[in-house]
């Protein structure tokens, strides 16, 4: 759920670059590292292209982009979201820049901060349904149970999803509302029948509900979806 989406920005925007070869050429340095999956390189080399002070806005957001993805990696996260809120300065109406910072907030557990970033991705994508799970987990995280139903409602509609139907379970079952709750893990489960997480959560609806057997079930059936790597 909290994968950071590398996002593949148009090449067309990589204007004004020929007065920055020098800087282009530790950019793409800093790619062939990053690609090699060696971020702490990647990062020497995107900073040495930044030093140059490029006047390409394109290359200085997509030094700041990669910087931020490696850092992220390396769970650097401060340094992360310093360099997604350069990247903004660059490029405001990049909704994935607001995404993938609010994902690093997320990740630290700053969630009043994570939830204005997914809001700025949503108002510039609106049909970003991993905005709004993002949204809706951090909703749960603060308690927000029925806000946070209205996310995971939002995202399913877009595009129906595990993730939303189980956090939206998890909202349900917070409220109480546990058939809510079962229907949400019952449509998780059928698109990822080895989801086990699903299977866990709801064997502890079926508890809550009375319902042991069917819980003691589950909670089998959750041990053979872990088995399988699932």
Same mark, same amino acid.
């Given at each position: 759920?909290?994968?950071? &989406?590398?996002?593949?920005?148009?090449?067309?925007?990589?204007?004004?670059? $020929?007065?920055?070869?020098?800087?282009?050429?530790?950019?793409? @340095?800093?790619?062939?590292?990053? %690609?090699?999956?060696?971020?702490?390189?990647?990062?020497?080399?995107? *900073?040495?292209?930044?030093?140059? %002070?490029?006047?390409?806005?394109?290359? #200085?957001?997509?030094?700041?982009?990669?910087? $931020? +993805?490696?850092?992220?990696?390396?769970?650097?996260?401060?340094? @992360?979201?310093?360099?997604?809120?350069?990247?903004?300065?660059?490029?405001?109406?990049?909704?994935?820049?607001?995404?993938?910072?609010?994902?690093?907030?997320?990740?630290?557990?700053?969630?009043? $901060?994570?939830?204005?970033?997914? *809001?700025?991705?949503?108002?510039?994508?609106? /049909?970003? +349904?991993? =905005?709004?799970?993002? #949204?809706?987990?951090?909703?749960?995280?603060?308690?927000?149970?029925?806000?946070?139903?209205?996310?995971? *409602?939002?995202?399913?509609?877009?595009?129906?999803?595990?993730? &939303?139907?189980?956090? #939206? $379970?998890?909202?349900?079952? %917070?409220?109480?509302?546990?058939?809510?709750?079962?229907?949400?893990?019952?449509?998780?489960?059928?698109?990822?029948? /080895?989801?086990?997480? =699903?299977?866990?959560?709801?064997?502890?609806?079926?508890?809550?509900?009375?319902?042991?057997?069917?819980?003691?079930?589950?909670?089998?059936?959750?041990?053979?979806?872990?088995? #399988?790597?699932?």
């Amino acid at each position: 759920m909290k994968t950071l &989406a590398i996002i593949l920005l148009p090449l067309l925007i990589f204007q004004n670059i $020929a007065n920055a070869q020098t800087a282009k050429d530790y950019y793409y @340095s800093g790619l062939n590292e990053e %690609n090699q999956m060696h971020q702490k390189k990647a990062i020497v080399f995107y *900073t040495m292209a930044l030093e140059l %002070n490029p006047q390409s806005d394109s290359l #200085r957001l997509f030094c700041y982009f990669h910087r $931020a +993805w490696d850092k992220q990696a390396l769970k650097d996260f401060k340094g @992360s979201v310093e360099d997604y809120t350069s990247a903004i300065a660059i490029f405001p109406m990049l909704g994935d820049l607001y995404y993938n910072r609010g994902v690093v907030e997320d990740t630290m557990g700053n969630y009043e $901060a994570a939830i204005p970033d997914f *809001t700025k991705a949503i108002e510039i994508n609106p /049909n970003d +349904w991993q =905005a709004y799970v993002d #949204r809706g987990f951090c909703k749960n995280e603060k308690k927000e149970y029925k806000e946070a139903v209205d996310d995971f *409602t939002a995202s399913i509609a877009i595009f129906p999803n595990k993730f &939303a139907f189980y956090d #939206r $379970a998890i909202s349900e079952h %917070n409220l109480g509302n546990f058939q809510a709750a079962l229907f949400d893990l019952n449509s998780a489960i059928d698109l990822d029948s /080895n989801y086990y997480l =699903a299977y866990l959560l709801r064997s502890n609806v079926k508890k809550d509900m009375g319902d042991l057997k069917g819980a003691a079930s589950d909670l089998k059936m959750a041990s053979k979806a872990k088995s #399988r790597g699932k």
